[in-house]
């Protein structure tokens, strides 16, 4: 290896190392506000370890009375609405992958059509009204079910199998569903995962959905209630702050959680059981993102 490599060698070491601390750091620095005194640490000067330890944040988070509902909803949300999603534009993806269904061609612009144009909000709304969709469970689920742009990918990877497997299926009996199900599904394990774990975090991170269509509040997700929490913590803090009078001062030294350190909790909850899940889909993860990258 020449000098000049050894160079490049060494850049390509360093640029990652800064990238992995810029990924890192960050994160630290929210675990450590979310364990340190709200109150405490406004005075600044926290970055990679609490300096006064509390749990008072998490304890806000959790005394809210919804919180084990909201925690349910997301679960049922993002299981059910990750695994229908994924099968559902699987089997969309496979019959588009095929070249000599009638009308292949339109049906690929149409669906590319919706990634570039929308109806609006309002529209979508008043569609999901005649559906009668809002305030029930099922708007978190149902609109989701089809991704354009997850669909053009699993095509993609469909396109990359074999013909001669299925033509070997049909040899031996097997219908379009078997194959699909017994030849197809098992070879696309790479693009099944990318593809649920994109649809899992988009469902486990929504929080807009339960804020704009949901007005029960046994049926918000975690993330809705949350952001609720924030709001209302940045709220309270902002009247005592613009009040006069020593009774407001004195409630506001007794407050020892803060929006910013609440929000750094709330954090930690959120990204917490994605970083449990992604360890046990990584080797998958990193084929699926090479998808349709090289052609041979």
């Not at 149902?142 to 993609?156: D, E, K, Q």
């Amino acid at each position: 290896m020449s000098t000049g490599e050894k160079l490049i060698q060494i850049a390509i070491y360093v640029l990652i190392i800064l990238l992995c601390l810029s990924i890192i750091l960050p994160f630290l620095n929210i675990f450590a506000l979310s364990f340190n005194s709200g109150k405490d640490a406004e005075r600044g000067g926290i970055y990679l370890w609490p300096r006064l330890w509390s749990i008072e944040n998490y304890k806000e988070v959790f005394s809210s009375s919804n919180i084990v509902s909201a925690f349910g909803i997301s679960m049922f949300r993002t299981i059910v609405g990750t695994l229908a999603s994924v099968f559902l534009t699987a089997m969309a993806a496979y019959a588009l992958k095929r070249k000599a269904m009638p009308g292949v061609r339109f049906f690929t612009m149409l669906i590319f059509f919706t990634m570039l144009f929308s109806g609006g909000i309002i529209p979508y709304y008043l569609l999901l009204k005649d559906l009668h969709l809002t305030n029930t469970i099922w708007v978190y689920i149902i609109p989701g079910l089809y991704s354009a742009w997850n669909l053009i990918i699993m095509r993609t990877f469909f396109q990359e199998i074999s013909p001669s497997l299925e033509e070997s299926a049909r040899i031996d009996g097997y219908n379009d569903f078997s194959i699909f199900m017994k030849v197809i599904m098992p070879l696309s394990r790479p693009v099944v995962a990318v593809i649920a774990l994109f649809n899992a975090v988009g469902h486990w991170n929504d929080w807009f959905t339960g804020a704009f269509y949901v007005r029960e509040s046994n049926l918000r997700p975690l993330s809705t209630l949350l952001q609720e929490m924030l709001t209302r913590a940045d709220a309270l803090r902002n009247t005592l702050e613009q009040a006069a009078g020593s009774t407001q001062y004195e409630m506001l030294d007794k407050i020892q959680v803060t929006g910013n350190s609440l929000k750094m909790a709330t954090i930690i909850i959120v990204i917490t059981p994605i970083i449990m899940i992604y360890p046990f889909i990584q080797k998958y993860f990193a084929k699926g993102v090479m998808i349709g990258s090289v052609k041979e």
